[in-house]
């Protein structure tokens, strides 16, 4: 049986990695060794950075809502405030909450004035 070589298959894997490699700088997007190692890099990189998104979004979510408490008239803290809604069983999240604090700022005093009266 005669010898194949694999350089339809090889090629294509090869132009696949390169093509995704397009806009990187110097050898990472020409040598296949090094653009399949920064490939794979990326990848790493990606999958860390989408983690980092939602810890990043929690975070500012929290400062937003932690700002609107203290425009209140009886400022309260935000580890209080969040103890209050779970005692009141309302189940906003974070994100809901800092959206109602920063475009509808009446209807945060709403839930506010509900949470902390007695």
Excluded: C
């Excluded at 005669?2 to 997007?29: C, D, E, F, Q, W």
């Excluded at 209807?107 to 949470?115: E, K, V």
């Amino acid at each position: 049986m005669p010898r194949t070589k694999t350089g339809i298959v090889r090629r294509a894997s090869h132009k696949k990695i390169l093509t995704a490699n397009k806009g990187y700088r110097m050898a990472k997007r020409k040598l296949f060794k090094t653009a399949k190692e920064a490939y794979l890099h990326a990848g790493q990189y990606a999958l860390a950075g989408r983690r980092l998104k939602k810890r990043d979004f929690r975070s500012l979510w929290i400062k937003r809502i932690n700002g609107a408490l203290k425009g209140q008239v009886e400022s309260v803290s935000y580890s209080k405030f969040i103890k209050q809604l779970s005692d009141k069983s309302i189940k906003l999240n974070r994100q809901i909450l800092s959206g109602l604090a920063v475009n509808f700022p009446k209807s945060f005093s709403a839930i506010f004035g509900f949470t902390t009266k007695k």
